[in-house]
């Protein structure tokens, strides 16, 4: 009998303690994870073995130039190359800047002009995504290309010299897609001047790229850039061109 008039009691209690309610758990801090940053910066060295084939005049006198990629090594005097590359939402903005030192005997006739040739070119872009999805990227850009060229020319017994620089508009697009196995396809082409400056400017690069890591990557392809310029009795209608090898640093 004592049984059971113990459980009604433990019933009641039961009752009684459910609707005081059960003691409260602590809700979980929820927890903010930092935010990726969008911003993207990409950095390169590069190689441009540049042969360069067309015509140049100083003071009305012109000299027809045709060096050989394969002849640059022991034309080249110096050179210094590189770009820097930031985007942000879409949006980006491409420093490409490329130094270089040539000389070389030009055979004129029954003469040999010593050429000397010291050019910058500085290619000042702004990028747009156009299209990306994982295996394809699509950009256009447009901008300046900047140059600065000083040529000297030594034809016995004269020796003529220019120094020249001129800001040419330029737009143009680019794509890059992968092959698989780490390996992808990047290619880029752009066309300016319109007059302004120089009567036609453009470039054209093919290129085959690894990846060696998300960050790391090298290419290697080929190259061309076209110029044609004329101020007075200075012309340069000449085209660069030759493989390219570089490495690419992404963060």
């Known amino acids: 009998m004592k049984t059971k ?4 009691s433990i019933l009641a209690l039961s009752l ?3 609707m005081a309610g059960s003691p409260s758990i602590p809700e979980k801090t929820p927890i903010t994870l930092p935010k990726v940053s969008e911003w993207q910066v990409r950095t390169a060295l590069y190689g ?3 042969g360069l084939d067309g015509d ?7 000299a027809p130039v045709d060096i050989g990629f394969n002849e640059i090594l022991g034309n080249l005097d110096i050179a210094a190359m590189g770009l820097v590359e930031i985007n942000h939402g879409g949006w980006g903005f491409l420093a490409d800047f490329n130094y270089a030192k040539i000389s070389d005997q030009i055979p004129t006739g029954n003469v040999a002009v010593d050429f000397e040739e010291k050019q910058f070119v500085g290619n000042f872009f702004v990028t747009y995504e156009a299209f990306q999805n994982e295996t394809f990227k699509f950009d256009v850009f447009g901008g300046v290309r900047v140059n600065w060229l000083e040529v000297n020319l030594a034809l016995p017994p004269n020796s003529l010299s220019a120094d020249k620089s001129w800001v040419d508009p330029v737009i143009g697009a680019r794509f890059q897609a992968e092959l698989g196995h780490s390996f992808f396809f990047r290619a880029l082409c752009d066309v300016g001047g319109f007059g302004i400056s ?3 400017t453009w470039q054209a690069l093919a290129a085959v790229g690894y990846q ?3 960050s790391c990557s090298a290419i290697i392809g ?4 076209g110029t044609d310029y004329t101020d007075g009795g200075f012309t340069y209608d000449v085209v660069a061109s030759g493989p390219v090898i570089g490495l690419q640093y992404n963060f």
Do not use: C, E, T
């Not at 008039?5 to 009604?8: M, N, T, V, Y």
């Not at 140049?56 to 012109?62: D, P, R």
């Open 198 to 200: 120089s009567d036609m």
């Open 212 to 214: 060696f890591n998300r």
């Open 56 to 62: 140049i005049a100083v003071k009305g006198i012109a």
């Open 48 to 50: 441009w073995a540049q």
């Open 5 to 8: 008039s113990l459980i009604p």
């Open 16 to 18: 009684s303690y459910a």
């Open 222 to 225: 080929y190259r061309a850039l």
